[in-house]
């Protein structure tokens, strides 16, 4: 301890951001806020129920009892631990939604129904609390999902990350949607709605260390209306979807090709690649196949029919960008594989992501 | 068996039993004295006890209770707050301190507001956990937040006879330790006795039972001797709570001249010898800030010079704080024993504990705290 | 904050500084140094970590036994 | 940096932790078992697909789908946030179950599924990480739910506190089980089915600061077959049900009441405490009404059929210990209160908790 | 514009049409010479464009491409990665080191695993982001793993000397980088020599691009001059790697004294001076391990004992290590172009990217990571 | 690890140590330092964030140029 006399005390740079123009600091989510009590019903009824506004949440019962559902339930949950929590393009609260909604509707599903729980750290400014809620509200209300049940909880400070939410999704199959791995088979095309890489490249230019300025936003949307129209306006001609997240493109072909023991060929040339995304790729030093993606979707296509669904998907505000980017081959060993035609015409194998330090994408 | 007799302290059949006799004795006291008796709880835990067994309300026709400047968190000052919030911000210190304390707020903002903001604080028991924490982040400085009355004070000093024993050299000790002697007497002769002793003056007063384990009994005889008020000094079981009302009453009736003592199992004459001079080894009284009493002579514990090492305030150097702000909260008053939180406009309105205006709402055992918990009516 | 309860020794570790107090069924370590008399099995009040005082089993007992009598009395 | 030179070194104590018998290090979640890629799919394939080993989660899809439900579905989110997360009567895992169930259960809701989202630290022992599951599968299986669908993020070191769980739970709300708030009134008595406070205290007794030993141990339990025995012994006579977690008994009360606007009336001679709970309370300084639950319900039940639901809850294993606790009074105020009667026969206000610093017990 | 001219060096069309006339060219080498021609790129960043670019296999049957040791992470010693891990256990310090490094084995455990137990370890990509984070954190050292060849070693000479000039005494770095030189010099004079030149010996170079940047084309005539084989610098798009193809084959027909540059856009005659000197004002030539090469002489910088206040190993006295073990990876003949990654029995089957078994699974231009990904025979 | 990127120099700051860089809509800050002679508008290479080198345009011209010739020749 020695040296340790006379400091002069500066003001913790997390405690000055928070200084507003009068002088008076901002409010912070408190431990308190989590501890089921006055505060966290005060939370509640203050916050949260402002921005979700109907049906069973507002009863705040342990359970929300929901309508019967047309179809088969459906449900997929996600936890988001995104780092930043606010982004080009999005921010948790968005992604929350949309990741949810997404793998749902992949499945064939109508997502209706949505529950979030948050995990906040201390000190989370309540500002960027309710920026976050917002969002999430107006996402969901968006993609026409209704927010059914909440949690909140308050981890110490250094114990989490501003604030991780997890969403679980209920939907229901309509009929004739019966879509599965068992469905693909050689011949097969595969399509994409648009660019590849942009959420995981523009959430690392605002990483501390790697920063740039790009213009590169993220993709993150719900694509709930987008599927729902191609399987609606081009039935039976969709056999599979899987949103290429976490891993990338690269490594939702390559889970594909392992449930199926088919090979999957994807042509370098035709994957849609924004000029942004293959500038900072080049000069991080990554592949943008295995960057991740929160509006994109492999669609598996019935090979004659890959025209007619490309056409749909153009037409739709978030398919502009669609390609027709591979194909489906008849498996050739033991496992699947997923090999890319380079723009010399050679072949190269694409595995799963393996052990890149990049997490806390989405 | 002891335990058994400890038990029979909290048996709500006993203690049943015992209410009538002391309602009687209470009646005798308003006859004999002509009004009802006024009493004082001095300690905060007697505030709470009083309440939370429900006794106040059940003995209200025939005894006032009220409340004094008994919680050491209550009656930090502001500006002390204000300092506890700056060693949070010197890079890589530990604040350890008890849980009450961060809940304060000083001019500006509260201890927990500052561990939102990134400070480490931890919240410990005792002191020997600040050691603990010292002991296993020897680069880091930590800062023990040392409130208490007598009771609390030489715990402290022994475990920082015990950090420089071991050679525990990044302990620090800000002292915000209280006497309580001295607060008693600046309460007894001033404001108490220059209103109109009908009112708001006080028949009785009830002695803080453990802070009396280390002070012993007969250091209080002063306040019979110089004030001429009868006190005696209580446990905090319901049964020790009656017990000290009866010897209370028959003290006055009695006109004895010294303080009673109705927590014998506990309370010596001489108290605790080893802690009074584990306190002397360590701390000298000087002049102190009270909330609410504002500046009391030789009220305050502070670090003697030789410890100059281990003392925060000396090992650090504060920036210029700013002066602390003008509130509407009635703290003050209420710690003298001049009005109740029933009289405070505030209370149970925009002051309740989770907004609290003053920090008498703050502390488990703030007066305020205390009557918005089992007092209020609805 | 003046808080102190009542724990039976069951433990002295070596050197006296510690012990372990049990009291319904939870127990804890304490520093017994304020009490340097106490034995396993005499009951101490505890309080900020500290055993701070021994407790008085005659004076219990009396106490308890001047008051029933004193209720006995009266009720009868 | 003075003073720095010369420094010899110390293993970190974490690590030393990991080392086994042999010499080798026990194996870790790194930051890499997060990043959707190999390591993932491993961790997937090898533990969690080992104990959840039945129905959708073995398909591997975006989304569960589940049969047709016998009922309007109901579902409830929580995330579990506990430390430590091993604690004397259970772990995370078997909480996370038992909170969710219990959630549902309380509606009057029948769980059959739950979807289970892991936030796992860097640097979690792989150990532990498989007990908790282990745990969690062995709890779900108790109270008959199936786990459909899960999710697993990885956190650096420092941004968590080795394992956060959310569970979601759907289940279906069978003919003839409308309980609510609207069924509240004056008269009701108000049943637990247990003593009060032991999770609480229990795993505050795990703190460091706090650390005591005690034979406290939490009551963390799945509640849906007492409840649904409950049900259909006595049907009609519950009106409504909460689990007293977060806030304990008082803050679930003044829920309640909050909610019904009239006044609940608790007997303090009549509420089950152990000894060991008071004891520790009172050194603690805390009060056991306020702490909180895992295994716990406040049942409001029609005054004239009390001792009958009485009788039933005490045949279950689960309810031996239960009791009439207070009784339902119309509201005096605009506002509803709870008051504890207490020994003496005076009222005591109870509140909600109000900022008590002491999280993280669910 | 010069964009323009950047893009169409990695045009598909242009260098589809360069293939054409390469694969001539290389017809004529094997000709000339009687036996398809031997290459080895020296530099992981051309192993993988090679590979990347699909061009080893559009090639291969008119040229053995190997790959030689020219990443910096696979060279590094396993004891060297343990004294980082040792380096990552002092208390309060910060690892700052570039991606692929968290991920290589020492004798028993990897830096991401030291940071998964809790070791501050973070991921940077420039050292300018080491010195950030030692200005943030000025109580605490920050230790810089500085691995690379001449080309990144002028940036740490750079960082070090800003790092000075603004008194930022809490950088520390841990010099690993190495000259690459050297390390030709030795794999040419040994092993490489004394081995059937008809099976494994090589009959052409490609030299590192972005090394010879720094130290200039004409350093590297000593390869020409003493081995009397012929080399070329390349760049790194797929035209660049073409361009070198053809230079290299001309070089070999037409006996050129000189080493070749085909990457004149960004390659001098004589190299960057301000980094040389750079080099040389901080660091000093010292033996080196080099993992699978063994001891090279002069061919590890060490900083200079004027910067011993800023030398990890100076400033940091570490526990004796234990020795590394054996094991049955084949990094070392891979390093030497003896082996290519097929040959190793463990590839691909207990050694993947997943599970590296050695240093050249793991960085993203090792060698075998690089065959894993681009080459596998399916 | 010897990764280069080529990006162009789109603002240089006061004293000249660090500078602002571009490609393909990306920018980053890079140290510039040694590059002394780079300015506003070159293309350089950046290499562990520092600009290691300026590329050449004439250079670059007359190697495409050359290629391109042998190329036509070569297919005509
Ligand atoms: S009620 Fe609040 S404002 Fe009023 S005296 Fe008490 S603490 Fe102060
Ligand atoms: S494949 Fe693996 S084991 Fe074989 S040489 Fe390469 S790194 Fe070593
Ligand atoms: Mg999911
Ligand atoms: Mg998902
Ligand atoms: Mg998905
Ligand atoms: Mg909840
Ligand atoms: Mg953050
Ligand atoms: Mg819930
Ligand atoms: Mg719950
Ligand atoms: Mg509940
Ligand atoms: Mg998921
Ligand atoms: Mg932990």
Not at chain 1, 74 to 87: G, K, L, N, R
Not at chain 1, 141 to 152: I, N
Not at chain 1, 226 to 235: H, R
Not at chain 2, 234 to 263: R, W
């Amino acid at each position: 301890m020695k040296g340790l006399v006379l400091l002069t005390i500066n003001t913790k740079e997390s405690c000055k951001e928070g200084d507003s123009v009068e002088g008076t600091r901002e409010k912070r989510i408190l431990l308190a806020h989590g501890d089921g009590g006055a505060l966290t019903y005060q939370l509640i009824q203050e916050l949260f129920l402002k921005y979700f506004t109907e049906g069973p949440l507002q009863q705040q019962n342990d359970g929300a009892l929901l309508r019967d559902l047309p179809g088969p339930p459906v449900v997929s949950t996600d936890s988001f631990v995104i780092t930043p929590y606010f982004f080009p393009g999005g921010d948790i609260g968005k992604l929350a939604v949309a990741g949810t909604v997404n793998d749902l509707a992949v499945t064939g599903a109508e997502p209706l129904y949505l529950t979030v729980s948050f995990i906040l750290e201390e000190g989370l400014l309540m500002a960027d609390l309710e920026s976050i809620v917002a969002s999430l509200a107006q996402t969901a209300q968006e993609a026409g999902v209704a927010v059914v049940a909440g949690d909140t909880k308050v981890v110490e400070k250094g114990r989490g990350d501003g604030i991780y939410i997890n969403t679980t999704g209920i939907g229901f199959l309509p009929e004739q949607r019966e879509l599965g791995y068992q469905r693909i088979e050689a011949g097969d095309k595969i399509l994409i709605n648009g660019t590849v890489g942009d959420h995981g490249l523009a959430i690392l230019s605002k990483r501390s260390g790697l920063a740039f300025d790009t213009e590169l936003r993220s993709d993150c949307a719900p694509l709930n209306n987008l599927i729902a129209t191609i399987l609606e306006k081009c039935p039976g001609a969709v056999k599979f979807m899987r949103d290429a997240t976490r891993g990338g493109v690269a490594t939702t072909a390559k889970e594909i090709a392992l449930a199926t023991g088919k090979d999957l060929l994807l042509w370098e040339e035709d994957l849609p690649i924004r000029e942004e995304a293959a500038g900072a790729s080049e000069f991080l030093g990554l592949d943008p196949l295995y960057m991740a993606n929160e509006g994109k979707v492999l669609f598996i296509v019935q090979g004659d029919r890959a025209q007619e669904v490309l056409e749909v998907m153009k037409e739709h505000q978030l398919g502009q960008e669609s390609a027709i980017i591979g194909t489906v081959e008849k498996g050739k060993r033991e496992e699947g594989h997923v090999l890319l035609k380079t723009f010399f015409g050679s072949h190269r194998i694409l595995e799963m992501m393996a052990g890149d330090p990049l997490p806390r994408i989405c | 068996m002891l335990s058994e007799q400890l038990k029979r302290f909290r048996e709500p059949q006993l203690a049943k039993e015992t209410i009538v006799k002391v309602k009687k004795s209470l009646q005798a006291l308003q006859t004999y004295q002509g009004h009802k008796a006024i009493f004082m709880e001095f300690c905060g835990t007697h505030t709470a006890a009083f309440s939370r067994t429900g006794l106040r309300q059940e003995l209200k026709e025939y005894v006032t209770l009220l409340s004094g400047p008994g919680c050491p968190v209550c009656v930090t000052s502001a500006q002390d707050v204000d300092r506890i919030i700056a060693f949070s911000q010197i890079p890589q210190a530990i604040i350890a301190t008890f849980g009450d304390m961060v809940k304060v707020r000083g001019s500006e903002m509260t201890l927990q507001e500052a561990k939102a903001c990134g400070s480490d604080v931890r919240i410990v028991y005792s002191s020997l956990e600040a050691l603990e924490i010292a002991r296993e982040n020897r680069e880091r400085p930590v800062i023990f937040i040392a409130v208490g009355f007598e009771t609390t004070t030489p715990t402290a000093a022994l475990t920082l006879t015990k950090a420089i024993e071991e050679g525990i050299d990044n302990l620090f000790l800000y002292s915000l330790h209280k006497a309580t002697a001295p607060a008693l007497k600046a309460l007894l002769h001033s404001e108490l006795t220059t209103t109109d002793k009908r009112s708001t003056n006080i028949d009785g007063i009830i002695l803080p039972g453990h802070v009396a384990i280390i002070t012993g009994r007969k250091c209080w005889d002063f306040v019979v001797q110089e004030s001429k008020i009868q006190a005696t000094i209580s446990g905090f079981e319901a049964l020790d709570l009656l017990l000290a009302l009866e010897d209370l009453t028959q003290g006055i009736m009695n006109q004895h001249d010294q303080v009673g003592n109705a927590y014998g199992r506990a309370v010596s004459e001489a108290g605790n010898i080893v802690a009074q001079q584990a306190m002397e080894q360590i701390f000298e009284l000087q002049g102190g800030d009270w909330r609410g009493l504002g500046s009391i002579p030789q009220s305050s514990y502070k670090l003697k010079k030789e410890y100059a090492a281990h003392d925060a305030e000396k090992a650090f150097t504060l920036p210029a704080l700013p002066e602390s702000k003008g509130s509407s909260c009635q703290c003050g008053d209420i710690l003298k024993g001049i009005k109740t939180p029933l009289q405070c406009p505030l209370f149970a309105k925009s002051c309740d504990p989770v907004h609290p205006q003053g920090p008498c709402m703050v502390s488990h055992e703030g007066t305020c705290a205390t009557y918005y918990k089992y007092e209020r009516k609805l | 904050m003046c808080l102190a309860a009542p724990s039976q020794i069951t433990h002295i570790e070596e050197g006296g500084f510690m012990a372990e107090v049990e009291s319904f069924g939870n127990k804890r370590r304490v520093a017994l140094i304020m009490v340097p008399t106490a034995k396993v099995g005499d009951y101490v009040l505890v309080h900020a970590g500290y055993a701070i005082q021994i407790l008085d089993e005659e004076e219990a007992k009396e106490s308890l036994r001047l008051w029933e009598e004193i209720l006995c009395s009266q009720n009868s």
